[in-house]
Structures are given as structure tokens and as C-alpha cells.
């Protein structure tokens, strides 16, 4: 249904996994892709807090992490803001994120990223 490809889709599956390297440029046209399937995203393909906000308040917990993570998430694309290739910029985005929410102790659990793959 996604179109994306059983490579990108094994990718996200271990997008958390302490030995995963966020690098492809692919991976991040995914991000796009899955995000403004959920109108997560700007026109300019930076993140939209309020609808990113709600997304997170959706799933278990989502109210008391909403805020740090869409903070997190701020934090990562401020530091790659110049990047002008959108999937390039945002494969950066998501490893900084990646690396930030790890340190904050607020990585998703294996179950919930099941269920945002069920929603897609």
C-alpha cells in the first residue's frame, strides 16, 4: 500500500536499533512520504507542531512526551536548516533525533513503532 520498497520498510523497522545507522537519502523520502501521510509536515517539509503535537498525544503516553519530542525533533532540523535537499536534510534530522531522544531515555518501544507501520 506504502509503495515503499521491502528494503526502506526493513529500515524502519530498525530505525531504534542501537546498531541501525540513519544515512540513507532514501530513507528520508520515506520520512516524508509517511509523514505527510499524516500531515506531519509543512509545505517546506519542516515539521508541523501542532498536527506533530496531536500525532504524538495519539499513542500511550503520547501526552507527556509530545512536548520533549517535538522539541527534540526542532532542535535536529534548526542544526540542519541549509541543507536544500529535502530527503537529505531530513535523513539528518531523524539520525539527530535518533541520537537525542536515546540520550533523553524517550526512544520508542518496538510496539508503538508496530502500530505507526499498521497505520501506514
Keep these: 500500500q506504502s509503495g515503499l520498497s521491502p528494503e526502506i520498510l526493513e529500515e524502519f523497522q530498525h530505525f531504534w536499533s542501537e546498531d541501525f545507522e ?3 537519502r532514501e530513507l528520508g523520502c520515506a520520512i516524508i512520504c509517511m509523514s505527510n501521510k499524516f500531515s506531519l ?3 517546506d517539509t519542516r515539521m508541523h507542531h501542532v498536527n506533530m ?3 504524538v498525544k495519539s499513542f500511550p503516553n503520547g501526552q507527556v512526551l509530545s512536548e520533549k ?3 527534540l525533533i526542532h532542535n535536529c532540523e534548526k542544526q540542519y536548516d541549509s541543507i536544500t535537499d529535502d530527503c537529505e536534510r531530513v535523513v539528518k534530522v531523524a539520525a539527530c533525533f535518533k541520537v537525542d531522544a536515546k ?3 524517550i526512544a520508542p518501544e518496538v510496539a508503538m513503532i508496530e502500530a505507526v507501520m499498521e497505520k501506514y
Excluded: A
Aim: hydrophobic letters at 35%; charged letters at 25%; a negative charge.
Design 22 to 24: 540513519v544515512v540513507h
Design 53 to 55: 503535537h496531536d500525532y
Design 103 to 105: 540520550k533523553e531515555g
Design 41 to 43: 509536515l509543512q509545505e
Design 69 to 71: 519530542l517535538v522539541q
